[in-house]
């Protein structure tokens, strides 16, 4: 009898626990479909408020909107389709910067846990830069304005109203070459310790830096304060450590012409130099993870100024992450040597020319760039024609007489294990002006541009006369705009190369 009582009671245990866990699992799952049911009722009122909301103002009207956000998600994003977007900042939601590349008719998305849970057609909106806005709700909602512009309409923040609105900083080589202009003019008339001591090695380290690394800067402003909040978020990229990393603010005067006046804050943690005239440049001397720099400017920018202000970001070191070996199918690397057609020099030239800028260029590598080192390993005719590898990717050469002639150059890459190879022709044509009376020189010029900003900017881009390449003697610095030209140290002598009696006063043979 005590055995089937003790049995009774096991049975009595296991039905009591089913029904708990059923009740537990049934009431999970209501209250889930619930949740899920709420979820969908708000994202309907949202959609129906927002819809259309280009028609609800008229032309020039302002109307302020607070509207409480579905589901709660964490990023609301307005886009205007009619215009071009940077949309590096959307790597880490393909779906919806395929939908923005595509011009699909959706232009507000709602996102929750770095996912789209709903996306409309809000009506006509006609953003100010960056062409988009992306709030962070504040209490479950969100405050900004409408203003209407005819046909259209835009948004703008409300005073306290968070943003994600950020815009990637990637400055052009002419760009960041001027900056660095700035900054060595900036180090040599203050005590600037954060200034480049060589702006021609800080250029490099730019290039091999911006692969690196994502910049992006993010504006917020109140207009009844009338003040500016400005925040840089840098980035680094597949776990590379980012050493002595200088970032340089250049500020255009017509936007503020002297940060005394107007700048009231700024980031004070790391080492920071602040030109009035306006330049800032911080000095961080390590980045493994995400670091923030702000600044608080005293004014209200203007659309325009917010798209012209410039960044650059340049590591002086950048270490790759260290990783464990974890055993796995073998990786063939391979260096390839891509075909580098003929070259020519000038003969008239006594000076060392640039033949090839960027070795870079005509290499195929799995791995990183950086880590191939080149060599020179034949020349054909080094009697006549002297090349060398210089700033570890670029090939110079030296013309020894100024005679028709050629060679053969064989440049080696390698990493420390596999090598690749390639051999490519250098040509000198020689001038019919004798090199005796003539030099090649380079001047700036305000109504010429070269495109070249590595190395001698007349190298590649100016020509002149019938001269295709000048001196890379360094008349001309990185990205200046400048054009070659002919300076005759003297002006009336024989030249022997043309008949008797002819003198040199242009590039071709004439008679007094």
Not at 216 to 244: A, M, Q
Not at 433 to 462: A, F, H, I, Q
């Amino acid at each position: 009898m005590k055995k089937r009582g003790q049995l009774g009671d096991v049975i009595k245990y296991v039905i009591i626990a089913f029904i708990i866990v059923s009740v537990t699992f049934f009431g999970y799952s209501a209250f889930a479909k619930f949740k899920n049911k709420a979820c969908k009722t708000e994202i309907a009122k949202f959609e129906i408020d927002l819809r259309d909301i280009d028609k609800t103002v008229k032309y020039g009207s302002v109307r302020e909107i607070i509207e409480q956000v579905p589901c709660n998600a964490d990023e609301i994003y307005f886009f205007d389709l009619n215009k071009d977007i940077k949309l590096d900042f959307l790597d880490h939601l393909p779906l919806l910067k395929d939908s923005v590349q595509s011009k699909a008719e959706k232009n507000v998305f709602i996102v929750k846990d770095d996912k789209i849970i709903d996306s409309f057609y809000a009506g006509n909106l006609d953003m100010d830069f960056p062409n988009y806005r992306c709030f962070i709700p504040k209490f479950d909602k969100i405050n900004f304005f409408l203003e209407g512009r005819g046909t259209k309409a835009t948004v703008f923040p409300g005073c306290f109203q968070p943003e994600c609105t950020y815009i990637p900083i990637k400055p052009e080589e002419d760009e960041a070459a001027e900056i660095l202009d700035e900054a060595e003019e900036y180090g040599k008339t203050d005590k600037c310790t954060n200034c480049p001591e060589d702006k021609d090695e800080e250029f490099f380290d730019f290039v091999e830096t911006r692969d690196n690394v994502q910049i992006f800067r993010k504006y917020e402003y109140c207009i009844e304060e009338g003040k500016t909040n400005v925040e840089i978020v840098i980035k680094p990229k597949g776990g590379v450590t980012l050493k002595e990393f200088r970032f340089y603010e250049s500020i255009p005067k017509a936007c503020v012409d002297d940060l005394k006046i107007y700048l009231l804050n700024w980031s004070k943690e790391h080492e920071v130099s602040i030109k009035d005239d306006p330049l800032i440049i911080w000095t961080l001397d390590e980045i493994k993870e995400e670091e923030r720099l702000t600044y608080t400017l005293d004014k209200t920018l203007t659309e325009n100024c917010k798209e012209i202000i410039e960044g650059l970001g340049i590591a002086n070191t950048i270490e790759e992450e260290v990783k464990v070996d974890i055993p796995g199918p073998e990786k063939i690397e391979v260096i390839e040597m891509k075909d580098i057609p003929a070259i020519s020099l000038n003969g008239l030239s006594d000076k060392e020319q640039i033949a090839i800028p960027n070795l870079w260029t005509y290499t195929e590598y799995s791995g990183r760039k950086q880590n191939i080192k080149y060599r020179i390993t034949k020349q054909t005719n080094e009697g006549k024609i002297d090349c060398f590898i210089e700033n570890k990717k670029e090939i110079k050469c030296k013309v020894k007489e100024n005679i028709k002639s050629f060679s053969f150059i064989t440049v080696q890459a390698e990493d420390g294990n596999i090598v690749g190879e390639a051999t490519f022709e250098v040509n000198v044509n020689p001038s019919s002006v004798s090199s005796s009376y003539t030099r090649l020189r380079c001047k700036e010029e305000k109504d010429s541009s070269c495109k070249w900003v590595l190395g001698n900017s007349c190298n590649n881009e100016c020509i002149s006369d019938g001269f295709s390449k000048g001196e890379s003697g360094g008349f001309c610095w990185l990205g200046r705009k400048c054009k070659c030209y002919d300076e005759w140290e003297t002006s009336c002598e024989q030249n022997p190369s043309c008949g008797a009696g002819s003198v040199i006063n242009t590039l071709s043979c004439t008679n007094p």
